[in-house]
């Protein structure tokens, strides 16, 4: 079992930075493949970026301004978002895994309350 609590959410400008970060509890976390979702309303859950062990995984979109991180000695993944843009508003949820990494939501067993990002024009 993993709990996971996200912060780091706000309200910026565009071309400014946030970092997320998700805090997770239970045992190897380590063994987690850890993921960032966004929603924005009226649209579906989609997959932004993952970090396994070794690697990590971005959606084009946020490719080359987006960083996933995680410590494993503080349980802790973070997302770095640098030069926001107004379509990056949505509520960032974090989630995990130990199945192979897949970009669906349906296949993160665990999930935080989300965390909102908006990023104003």
């Known amino acids: 079992q993993v709990q996971l609590v996200e912060s780091g959410g706000g309200l910026v400008q565009a071309g400014g930075s946030l970092r997320l970060s998700c805090a997770a509890s239970g045992r190897a976390f380590r063994m987690y493949i850890v993921a960032w979702f966004r929603q924005a309303p009226g649209k579906e859950r989609d997959f932004v970026a993952a970090i396994s062990w070794t690697n990590t995984y971005y959606a084009d979109s946020v490719k080359g301004r987006f960083t996933i991180s995680r410590d494993n000695n503080k349980n802790t993944v973070h997302l770095q978002m640098n030069s926001l843009k107004p379509e990056d508003t949505a509520v960032y949820y974090c989630?995990?895994?130990?199945?192979?990494?897949?970009?669906?939501?349906?296949?993160?067993?665990?999930w935080g309350q989300g965390t909102q990002v908006t990023v104003s024009s």
């Open positions: 989630a995990a895994t130990t199945t192979p990494f897949d970009r669906a939501p349906q296949s993160y067993d665990y």
